[in-house]
């Protein structure tokens, strides 16, 4: 039987599955991403196991870390879902009403 992960272990492997997230957003591998996301949520819930211990100087830097890679993934994903959005809008024609010459823009 395998022993539970610490909260350290298991902020270290969230740190580590963002990462791969990450990297799997840049190289647009779908595969990788699902894998990275799975593993992800099951070092959350290992690190929440721990929530009534009390936190060390390590452990904050480490959910800090944990907390900046996240918003860099998020950052990612918005990006892409506003270039999927603004391709969208180009392709059905929609894109092309935001701006003409000789509009004003809060028209």
């Not at 190289?27 to 990275?36: F, G, M, Q, R, T």
Request: one cysteine or more.
């Amino acid at each position: 039987m395998a022993l539970p992960m610490t909260r350290r272990d298991a902020l270290i492997a969230v740190i580590e599955a963002l990462h791969a997230e990450i990297a799997a957003l840049k190289s647009n591998d779908v595969a990788a991403l699902e894998a990275a996301t799975r593993v992800k949520l099951v070092a959350i819930d290992a690190a929440a196991a721990h929530e009534g211990e009390p936190l060390t100087g390590e452990i904050r830097e480490l959910a800090s870390e944990a907390h900046r890679l996240n918003e860099t993934c998020r950052i990612y994903v918005n990006l892409m879902a506003a270039n999927v959005r603004r391709r969208l809008q180009d392709l059905s024609g929609a894109g092309m009403t935001a701006y003409r010459p000789g509009t004003p823009a809060y028209a």
